[in-house]
C-alpha cells in the first residue's frame, strides 16, 4: 500500500512544474480516442455487466484526461 | 436482481470528472447471457439517457437516467441433487442522477444526488467531485467521494439464527410508500440497511504529445445487510438464506495509457487493474484496445479483456456444504465470490459527424452513431483442489464456446 501511495506522488512530482507538453502540442492529445472514458454510456454499462459475474467492481479511473484543459 | 443493483450502486458511486462540453447521449445496452439447458439465462435491455448544459459560463448541469428491464431463470445449480428446474424470474428497475457543477479556469467541483428503485431495493447516494489541472496543464489530479444509504428488502426472519434463516421469495411484499424510503411488514418482510462509502485518487498525467496516462485509486467501505436475500445454500438437509459477513473494506490500484499514432491516425490503450478487499478476494484484469481512424467520419475501436479473482475466503464448494453440513459462520453460493476467469473481445464502430459553420441536424456540433458488439467467455476455477464434484464441474456456464454476449447502440451529441 505504501509503495503504490509512493508511486502516485512520484508521478505526480514528475509531472509538477514540468512542461512536458505545450499547449501548441496537444492536438493529438485532444482527440476523442485520448480521453479515458469518452463514452460514459459505455464505460457505465461496462462496469454494470461485469460487476454481476466479478467480485471486483469500481475503481477504474475518472473520465477525462487528454487534452488537460479542465 | 438485488445483486446488480448494489453493484450498480457501486459503479455509480464514483461518478466520472465530467466533461467541459455540453452534451447529450442515449444509448441501449441489450445483454444476452445463455447457459446449458435447463439450467437458466439472462437477458437485460439497458437503456440509458443523459442531458448536460452550461448553465452561464461557470456553472453545469447534467440529468441522466438508466433503467434494467432483466428477464431470466437461475438454476439451482447443485448437481449432486440433480436438480435443475430454473426458476424464473423478471424485474425493472430505474434509476436517476442529478449534477451541479461550477467550473473555473483549471479547476472544477460537482455535486450530484443519485435514486435508484426496484422492487427490492432502494438506493440512495449523494457524492462529488472535483479536479484540478496543476501548472502546465499536463496533471490533472482529481478526489471523489459518495455516500450511499441504501436499503434491501428481506424476510423477517424474527430471531432465526442463520442456519434457521429463510430466504425472501417473489411473492414477499416489499412496501415502499413514498417510494423513497421501505416499510416493514411484521411476519413478512424487513427492510436492512446498508452504508457505502467510496473515495477515489486519480491522477491524469501527459506524457508527451502523443501518450498519456492516468493512475487511479480507489477505496471503499460497506456496512450491513450485503447478501442476496433469495439466494439459498444447501447445507446438509437444510436451505437456509445465504449468510455473508455485514462489513467489507476494498480497495483497488489502475493504470491506463493511451499512445497515439499520427503516422497511422490510430491510438493503442492499455489498462490494467489489481483489486483486493477484507473477504479476500484478488484479482487483476489487462484490457488491450486499439483504435483506428477510417477516413474522416469513420472510428472503429477493437478490444480485448482478461480477467482473474480467487474466491472469497468463506467461499466454499456446493459439494463441500452438501456433504459437510458444517458451513462455517458464512455461507454462499455467489458467483461473484467463487473463482472465476472472463476472457471478453469487442468492437465498436463510431459514425462521426462534425458541423462546420451549419450545425449536424441544426443542433450539434458533433454527432456520434455507436455500434458496439462484445463476446464474453466465462470459466469457473476449481475451489477446492482434488474435489470431482467441483464448482469448475458442476457450475452454471454452458459447453458452448460463447457464454454471453453484448450489443450496444447509441447516439451522442455535443452542442
Same mark, same amino acid.
Given at each position: 500500500?505504501?509503495?503504490?501511495?509512493?508511486?502516485?506522488?512520484?508521478?505526480?512530482?514528475?509531472?509538477?512544474?514540468?512542461?512536458?507538453?505545450?499547449?501548441?502540442?496537444?492536438?493529438?492529445?485532444?482527440?476523442?480516442?485520448?480521453?479515458?472514458?469518452?463514452?460514459?454510456?459505455?464505460?457505465?454499462?461496462?462496469?454494470?455487466?461485469?460487476?454481476?459475474?466479478?467480485?471486483?467492481?469500481?475503481?477504474?479511473?475518472?473520465?477525462?484526461?487528454?487534452?488537460?484543459?479542465? | 436482481?438485488?445483486?446488480?443493483?448494489?453493484?450498480?450502486?457501486?459503479?455509480?458511486?464514483?461518478?466520472?470528472?465530467?466533461?467541459?462540453?455540453?452534451?447529450?447521449?442515449?444509448?441501449?445496452?441489450?445483454?444476452?447471457?445463455?447457459?446449458?439447458?435447463?439450467?437458466?439465462?439472462?437477458?437485460?435491455?439497458?437503456?440509458?439517457?443523459?442531458?448536460?448544459?452550461?448553465?452561464?459560463?461557470?456553472?453545469?448541469?447534467?440529468?441522466?437516467?438508466?433503467?434494467?428491464?432483466?428477464?431470466?431463470?437461475?438454476?439451482?445449480?447443485?448437481?449432486?441433487?440433480?436438480?435443475?428446474?430454473?426458476?424464473?424470474?423478471?424485474?425493472?428497475?430505474?434509476?436517476?442522477?442529478?449534477?451541479?457543477?461550477?467550473?473555473?479556469?483549471?479547476?472544477?467541483?460537482?455535486?450530484?444526488?443519485? *435514486?435508484?428503485?426496484?422492487?427490492?431495493?432502494?438506493?440512495?447516494?449523494?457524492?462529488?467531485?472535483?479536479?484540478?489541472?496543476?501548472?502546465?496543464?499536463?496533471?490533472?489530479?482529481?478526489?471523489?467521494?459518495?455516500?450511499?444509504?441504501?436499503?434491501?428488502?428481506?424476510?423477517?426472519?424474527?430471531?432465526?439464527?442463520?442456519?434457521?434463516?429463510?430466504?425472501?421469495?417473489?411473492?414477499?411484499?416489499?412496501?415502499?410508500?413514498?417510494?423513497?424510503?421501505?416499510?416493514?411488514?411484521?411476519?413478512?418482510?424487513?427492510?436492512?440497511?446498508?452504508?457505502?462509502?467510496?473515495?477515489?485518487?486519480?491522477?491524469?498525467?501527459?506524457?508527451?504529445?502523443?501518450?498519456?496516462?492516468?493512475?487511479?485509486? *480507489?477505496?471503499?467501505?460497506?456496512?450491513?445487510?450485503?447478501?442476496?436475500?433469495?439466494?439459498?445454500?444447501?447445507?446438509?438437509?437444510?436451505?437456509?438464506?445465504?449468510?455473508?459477513?455485514?462489513?467489507?473494506?476494498?480497495?483497488?490500484?489502475?493504470?491506463?495509457?493511451?499512445?497515439?499514432?499520427?503516422?497511422?491516425?490510430?491510438?493503442?490503450?492499455?489498462?490494467?487493474?489489481?483489486?483486493?478487499?477484507?473477504?479476500?478476494?484478488?484479482?487483476?484484469?489487462?484490457?488491450?484496445?486499439?483504435?483506428?481512424?477510417?477516413?474522416?467520419?469513420?472510428?472503429?475501436?477493437?478490444?480485448?479483456?482478461?480477467?482473474?479473482?480467487?474466491?472469497?475466503?468463506?467461499?466454499?464448494?456446493?459439494?463441500?456444504?452438501?456433504?459437510?453440513?458444517?458451513?462455517?459462520?458464512?455461507?454462499?453460493?455467489?458467483?461473484?465470490?467463487?473463482?472465476?476467469?472472463?476472457?471478453?473481445?469487442?468492437?465498436?464502430?463510431?459514425?462521426?459527424?462534425?458541423?462546420?459553420?451549419?450545425?449536424?441536424?441544426?443542433?450539434?456540433?458533433?454527432?456520434?452513431?455507436?455500434?458496439?458488439?462484445?463476446?464474453?467467455?466465462?470459466?469457473?476455477?476449481?475451489?477446492?483442489?482434488?474435489?470431482?464434484?467441483?464448482?469448475?464441474?458442476?457450475?452454471?456456464?454452458?459447453?458452448? *464456446?460463447?457464454?454471453?454476449?453484448?450489443?450496444?447502440?447509441?447516439?451522442?451529441?455535443?452542442?
Amino acid at each position: 500500500m505504501r509503495t503504490l501511495i509512493f508511486v502516485m506522488i512520484a508521478a505526480l512530482a514528475v509531472g509538477c512544474g514540468r512542461q512536458a507538453v505545450r499547449a501548441s502540442e496537444k492536438q493529438f492529445l485532444a482527440d476523442q480516442v485520448m480521453v479515458f472514458d469518452d463514452d460514459p454510456h459505455e464505460s457505465s454499462s461496462n462496469e454494470h455487466m461485469r460487476t454481476n459475474r466479478e467480485g471486483a467492481a469500481g475503481g477504474k479511473g475518472a473520465g477525462g484526461g487528454g487534452c488537460g484543459c479542465n | 436482481m438485488t445483486s446488480s443493483l448494489v453493484a450498480l450502486a457501486v459503479v455509480a458511486a464514483v461518478p466520472s470528472i465530467a466533461s467541459a462540453d455540453d452534451r447529450t447521449e442515449v444509448s441501449t445496452v441489450l445483454f444476452v447471457e445463455q447457459r446449458e439447458g435447463g439450467k437458466g439465462g439472462l437477458v437485460v435491455v439497458h437503456p440509458q439517457a443523459s442531458f448536460g448544459i452550461d448553465l452561464g459560463r461557470f456553472v453545469t448541469f447534467d440529468l441522466a437516467y438508466a433503467a434494467d428491464v432483466v428477464s431470466g431463470a437461475t438454476a439451482t445449480v447443485y448437481q449432486v441433487d440433480a436438480i435443475s428446474t430454473a426458476t424464473k424470474f423478471d424485474d425493472f428497475r430505474n434509476e436517476a442522477t442529478m449534477s451541479l457543477g461550477f467550473q473555473g479556469r483549471r479547476s472544477r467541483i460537482t455535486f450530484s444526488g443519485t *435514486f435508484g428503485t426496484e422492487r427490492d431495493y432502494l438506493s440512495r447516494q449523494l457524492g462529488g467531485t472535483a479536479s484540478i489541472d496543476l501548472p502546465g496543464r499536463n496533471t490533472t489530479v482529481g478526489v471523489a467521494y459518495t455516500h450511499g444509504f441504501d436499503q434491501v428488502c428481506n424476510k423477517d426472519n424474527g430471531m432465526a439464527t442463520p442456519l434457521e434463516s429463510k430466504a425472501l421469495v417473489g411473492d414477499d411484499q416489499c412496501e415502499k410508500p413514498g417510494i423513497v424510503a421501505g416499510k416493514d411488514t411484521a411476519g413478512v418482510t424487513k427492510w436492512e440497511g446498508l452504508s457505502i462509502d467510496t473515495a477515489q485518487v486519480t491522477i491524469t498525467q501527459n506524457l508527451s504529445p502523443t501518450m498519456n496516462l492516468q493512475f487511479a485509486l *480507489f477505496g471503499q467501505i460497506q456496512e450491513g445487510f450485503q447478501s442476496n436475500p433469495y439466494r439459498r445454500v444447501r447445507i446438509g438437509p437444510n436451505s437456509p438464506q445465504e449468510h455473508i459477513p455485514d462489513t467489507r473494506n476494498r480497495w483497488s490500484f489502475s493504470a491506463r495509457l493511451n499512445r497515439y499514432l499520427p503516422k497511422l491516425k490510430a491510438a493503442v490503450h492499455f489498462d490494467a487493474r489489481f483489486y483486493n478487499d477484507s473477504w479476500e478476494i484478488y484479482s487483476g484484469n489487462v484490457e488491450l484496445a486499439y483504435s483506428q481512424y477510417l477516413g474522416k467520419s469513420l472510428l472503429l475501436r477493437i478490444h480485448s479483456r482478461v480477467y482473474q479473482q480467487t474466491a472469497a475466503k468463506f467461499f466454499k464448494d456446493a459439494f463441500f456444504y452438501e456433504t459437510e453440513s458444517t458451513a462455517g459462520e458464512y455461507f454462499t453460493g455467489d458467483r461473484e465470490l467463487a473463482p472465476v476467469r472472463n476472457v471478453a473481445f469487442g468492437g465498436k464502430l463510431a459514425i462521426i459527424s462534425i458541423g462546420g459553420e451549419k450545425p449536424v441536424w441544426g443542433l450539434f456540433d458533433k454527432l456520434q452513431l455507436l455500434a458496439k458488439g462484445e463476446i464474453m467467455l466465462f470459466d469457473a476455477l476449481p475451489a477446492d483442489a482434488d474435489n470431482p464434484m467441483g464448482t469448475d464441474k458442476q457450475f452454471i456456464y454452458g459447453s458452448s *464456446f460463447i457464454d454471453a454476449v453484448s450489443i450496444q447502440l447509441g447516439l451522442l451529441g455535443n452542442y
